[in-house]
Each structure stands twice: as C-alpha cells, then as structure tokens.
C-alpha cells in the first residue's frame, strides 16, 4: 500500500502564476472590506490594472461597490447644507489665497463634503445599475468600459481625499500661519 501526501500550498497555486498567494491574500482582505482597492493591489504587488484582470479572471467582478460608503457621506452632511452661493464665495477667497476663520473653513469644507456626496451618488446609481446587469446578463463593451472608467475614476478620488487629507494635516501643524 503506498501512501499519498496531500499537495503543499505551493503545489496548489504553482498553476496560477507567480505570487498567487499574494493575490489571493489581497484578494480576501479587499472582499472582507479590509484594505482599499489600492492598498490590495500594492499587497499583491499588482498594478491597478493587473489586479483588476486578476479579480475578474477568477472571481467575475473587479470591484466591490459599497453603498454604504455614500449613505455615510450623505447622513454626515444631512441639515448641515452650506449654501452653494455661499460655497462657492468661499471656495474662491480660499483659492485666491484669502484667509478664512474657522467657521468659514469648516463650512467651506462642508460644503466640499456636499458636492462630493452629491457626485458619488450620482455616480453611484450609475454604478449600481451597470453592476446590477452585469449580474443579471452580461454589459455591452461600452458598459463595461463605463463601469470600468467609473472604478477607475473613483478609485483616484480616493486618493486624491487621501492626499488633501495629508497636505491639510501637514498645513495644520506648521508653525507659520498666514
């Protein structure tokens, strides 16, 4: 009687390429809603693209879009509207390099948090009706590049709230004030 050894991991993913595990792991975490698209992405060491056609190739879906993200945004700014003549009159003085109090500031940057939640809303109905058919059918390419061109989209103005987000920390604790 011979015995039989069961495969070792590395047996197991030989057959889907270099850094499966990796993958996979980054996989797992961005489903589980544990790291973002990029931070999963970087932890496979993928590019965006790459990690993308990965998790398409072997789950069918690229992205997870998540409503609940957006209700957040929308409930933080619900009764706190700034007024959009007011929004942008500061938005102006703010760019032109004119000082702001506090008040001013936080209603400038409530006003932001408004326009933004107001687009991925948009965005998003979009979003969820193009993903809703992928589910139920299958998109025409032109759908596809949409929702593909949408992802992308929203996966950039994650990082680009990241970085204001530092620049801003980084601006809070300097010493010279204007």
């Known amino acids: 009687m011979q015995l039989q050894l069961k495969p070792d991991f590395e047996e197991i993913l030989e057959p889907l390429g270099e850094n499966a595990a990796a993958f996979f792991l980054a996989a797992g975490l961005y489903f589980a809603h544990k790291v973002s698209f990029a931070a999963a992405a970087a ?18 879906v690229g992205f997870q879009v998540s409503d609940d993200s957006v209700l957040e945004d929308l409930q933080t700014v619900a009764g706190q509207r700034v007024a959009d003549d007011l929004g942008k009159a500061l938005h102006d003085r703010a760019t032109r390099g004119l000082p702001l109090s506090d008040e001013e500031r ?11 939640a107001e687009e991925a809303a ?18 025409a390419p032109e759908e596809q590049m949409e929702l593909d061109y949408c992802m992308k989209l929203e996966h950039q103005m994650r990082l680009f709230k990241a970085h204001a987000q530092q620049l801003k920390s980084i601006f809070d604790d300097c010493p010279i004030k204007r």
């Open 43 to 60: 932890l496979a060491d993928l590019s965006f693209n790459e990690f993308l056609y990965r998790l398409r190739e072997h789950f069918g």
């Open 106 to 116: 936080a209603q400038l940057q409530r006003w932001y948090d408004e326009q933004d």
């Open 122 to 139: 948009m965005l998003g109905q979009r979003v969820g009706d193009l993903i809703q058919k992928l589910r139920n059918t299958s998109l």
